[in-house]
DNA sequence: TATCATGTAACTTCATATGTTACATGATGG
DNA sequence: CCATCATGTAACATATGAAGTTACATGATA
């Protein structure tokens, strides 16, 4: 089954931008997550269409967030790419007129839904502010890690 | 996104096998699953693997079960179906050098993995004997429904 | 031995995320 | 005003994998 990566790949972009603190092209933002310019418009579009970000044309233009990060969840951000499919399973076909399939669907289904609430209050859960934070943590982390090598080094 | 329905489809079929009594034949199990008999063999070779059906040739062949289905949870249909995805969404990438995918990553991962484990569990909980009985449940509803119809035409 | 059924390989089909090309639109700086 | 830069978007190509189909081999039964 292929996944789709819409989710994490603008998650990946957005933190690029929040770090940037000026607007991020296109191009910048395609070649932070190794993918095509166009792509990275289709899936900022519908952001923008959320007033999650704004994007200006010309010189020095590009990406820039519109709303405090600490305010935007992972769950708005799914809700802007499109709301893929959670679940990656389903019914074989929805004919009602078959009992067997009721008892089927509704048993599947029942489960499906559970999940996919669950995964939208986890997603809900988490802002992007937390997420850059966390991201901040493993810099830090890196840097503190690259020090002791130098120091040990010496 | 396509959303793969083969265990929906097997378990159709099984309910169709418990209630047979007899071996069903893959042609049966296809028009009952409005699908094709190649690709119930090829679903049903799976659970036959996992010793959960078995098949035989030749005249009065067919697919029986092999098991008691009060001791074949939903759990073990989806292994052996494949196991399919569940969750529909990945990651863009798996560059462990890039600090940000690795934040986005496990920020996802985590969740991701979270509703996987809550989906099997709900899958273990329900045995094919349950679903059964659900199915058994309906029938006579409904044959009751039809009878008041009868009575109330009269 | 004819028939029935599974077993399986080797296709085709289909849906859809992703990738790519091409060109239009609009903003900025000279 | 015009060259440049950037987004906006249509149109098409590609890739993946489930599902559907055809063809034929294998084995069991009557």
New interface residues.
């Given amino acids: 089954?292929?996944?789709?990566?819409r989710?994490?790949?603008v998650?990946?972009g957005l933190?690029?931008m929040i770090g940037a603190g000026e607007p991020v092209t296109s191009e910048q933002l395609a070649q932070?997550?190794?993918?095509n310019p166009v792509v990275v418009r289709r899936v900022m579009a519908g952001l923008r269409e959320q007033g999650l970000v704004r994007s200006e044309k010309g010189h020095g233009g590009g990406w820039t967030l519109a709303r405090d990060p600490a305010d935007i969840t992972?769950a708005d951000i799914y809700r802007a790419v499109g709301a893929?499919?959670?679940?990656?399973?389903?019914?074989?076909?929805e004919?009602p007129g078959c009992?067997?399939?009721?008892?089927?669907?509704?048993?599947?289904s029942g489960?499906f839904r559970?999940?996919e609430a669950?995964?939208l209050k986890?997603?809900g859960a988490?802002t992007l502010d937390a997420?850059a934070k966390?991201?901040k943590r493993?810099?830090a982390k890196?840097k503190q890690s690259l020090e002791d090598q130098i120091h040990a080094a010496k």
Same sequence: chains 1, 2.
């Fill in positions: 089954m292929i996944r789709d990566s989710l994490s790949g998650l990946h933190l690029h932070a997550m190794a993918t992972l893929p499919t959670i679940v990656a399973m389903g019914h074989r076909s004919n009992l067997v399939e009721q008892a089927v669907n509704d048993a599947l489960t559970e999940v669950i995964f986890r997603l988490v997420l966390d991201f493993r810099l890196h």
